[in-house]
C-alpha cells in the first residue's frame, strides 16, 4: 500500500446495520487520517463507549488498535493512514464493535456490524475543520443491550405509559440507591424512544478528539 500525493477528503456514510429504522452518520475524514484515528471518530460519531474489542475488515483484513485479550493484529494501527488503501468511489468495508469468543470454536462473533461506504472523495481545503458529521439520524443503542435484536426488541417494548408506571414504582421505594441506577436505565430508554441524535454534542467530541483530547469523549456514553 502507498500514500497518495496530496490528501483528499472521503465522505464516507456508516450504517449500524440490522436495525430498522436505519441508524446512520455521514463523515467527512481526511484521507491522511489513521486506521486508529477512524476508530474513535466512529466510536464518537456512533455514541459508543469503546469499551470492548472492535475490528475493521477492510480489502479482506483486519486491522484495528490493539487491545488486552482481543486480535493480535499484524499492523499498528497508529501508522496506518487510510490514504493507502486508495479507497474508490462506492467502495465499502466493515467495522465491527462488541466482539466475543467462542473457546471451542475459536472464532470471534460481533455484536454491532457497521456497513462504511465512500460515497464521494473531496478535494482537500485549507483551514477546513475535519472530522466532522454532516448529516446523521437514529440514537445510538446503549452498551451491552444484547445486539442490533436485543436493542430492536427492548425498544419496541419500551413506551411512555410504561416509563411512567415504572418510574411511579420507583418513587415509591425506600431503596435510594437502587432507584437511582433504574431511573438512570429508564431515561436511558426515554432517549432511545425520542430517537433524536445529536449532531452538534458528536461535532464538539470529535473537534475535542481532533484538537488531542480523547479523555473527556470517551468512556462515558450519552445517547446521540
Known amino acids: 500500500m502507498s500514500n497518495y500525493s ?13 436495525i430498522s429504522p436505519m441508524i446512520w452518520r455521514r463523515l467527512l475524514v481526511k484521507s491522511d487520517s489513521t486506521i486508529e484515528d477512524l476508530h474513535y471518530i466512529l466510536q464518537i460519531a456512533m455514541g459508543w463507549e469503546d469499551i470492548h474489542l472492535h475490528y475493521f475488515t477492510i480489502h479482506g483484513q483486519q486491522y484495528g488498535v490493539s487491545q488486552l485479550g482481543g486480535i493480535d493484529f499484524h499492523t499498528n494501527a497508529s501508522l496506518i493512514k487510510l490514504s493507502q488503501f486508495r ?6 468495508f466493515l ?31 485549507q483551514n477546513q475543520t475535519l472530522p466532522i458529521c454532516i448529516s446523521g439520524k437514529g440514537i445510538c443503542p446503549p452498551e451491552n443491550c444484547g445486539g442490533a435484536w436485543g436493542f ?15 418510574l411511579s414504582s420507583l418513587l415509591e421505594d425506600k431503596n435510594i440507591e437502587i432507584d437511582r441506577e433504574e431511573i438512570a436505565q429508564l431515561q436511558t430508554w426515554l432517549k432511545v424512544y425520542q430517537n433524536k441524535f445529536d449532531r452538534q454534542l458528536v461535532n464538539k467530541r470529535l473537534k475535542q478528539y481532533s484538537q488531542g ?9 450519552e445517547i446521540l
Do not use: C, N
Open 6 to 18: 496530496e490528501p483528499v477528503i472521503y465522505q464516507l456514510k456508516v450504517v449500524l446495520l440490522g
Open 87 to 92: 479507497f474508490q468511489k462506492k467502495e465499502k
Open 95 to 125: 467495522y465491527e464493535y462488541d466482539l466475543s469468543t467462542s473457546p471451542a470454536l475459536g472464532v470471534w462473533r460481533h455484536w454491532w456490524q457497521h456497513q462504511i461506504r465512500v460515497e464521494a472523495i473531496l478535494p482537500h481545503e
Open 152 to 166: 430492536m426488541k427492548a425498544r419496541d417494548e419500551f413506551s411512555v405509559h410504561k416509563f411512567l408506571e415504572l
Open 213 to 221: 483530547d480523547k479523555e473527556s469523549i470517551l468512556f462515558k456514553q
